[in-house]
């Protein structure tokens, strides 16, 4: 199950790979940006979290990523959303004006752009322990109270991950997550 895991994601980083199906050799070969792996991240991570039952209020409720601040994916994540499901769930992208937007969107990821680094603080302590996905590419993200960082380490996306902020949310982060992450800030265990 790792392995697949593993190769999911491998398929995504970014290092100047090719887009899937082309070989190498291929003229036509295509180099990803990092904001395409990021947006590609952004929609494979919530099949490795577990969200509270309450959360989606009906079957085919749809899993609302939404991005704060300025945002890098342009339509990319648009076009990626239109192919996603999650566990049943078709995906949808919406753009906030405020954190508050993501509560009453019954947000389940929140991306918070790297324009907002000064307010990632106030941000954490807006959402609470509301069961939101948070995620960013702020350096330190994931230490200052959000939940995953994405990090570029030699051209290649990576992320870290804050599972005890995570738990304090109620979200049941894979323990397969866990282990692809660079860096991990655990629960306490009771």
């Not at 009906?58 to 192919?83: H, M, R, T, W, Y």
């Not at 000064?118 to 941000?123: F, L, N, P, Q, T």
């Not at 979200?171 to 991990?184: E, F, Y």
């Amino acid at each position: 199950m790792l392995a697949g895991l593993a190769l999911c994601f491998s398929a995504v980083l970014w290092s100047g790979f090719s887009c899937s199906g082309a070989s190498p050799s291929d003229d036509n070969r295509r180099t990803r940006t990092e904001y395409e792996v990021k947006a590609d991240f952004l929609l494979k991570i919530p099949n490795f979290v577990g969200w509270p039952t309450n959360v989606f209020p009906s079957v085919d409720a749809p899993l609302v990523v939404s991005i704060f601040g300025k945002d890098p994916f342009g339509n990319v994540i648009d076009e990626l959303a239109g192919a996603t499901k999650h566990r049943g769930h078709p995906a949808t992208v919406c753009r906030l004006h405020t954190v508050k937007e993501a509560i009453d969107k019954n947000c389940h990821v929140l991306f918070v752009g790297s324009s907002e680094e000064e307010s990632v603080e106030e941000i954490v302590a807006a959402i609470g322990n509301k069961p939101i996905l948070t995620v960013g590419d702020v350096p330190g993200f994931a230490a200052r109270g959000n939940m995953i960082n994405f990090v570029v380490t030699n051209k290649t996306v990576k992320f870290e991950i804050n599972a005890k902020r995570a738990h304090d949310a109620g979200l049941r982060i894979s323990s397969q997550l866990l282990h692809l992450a660079t860096a991990t800030t655990k629960p306490r265990q009771p």
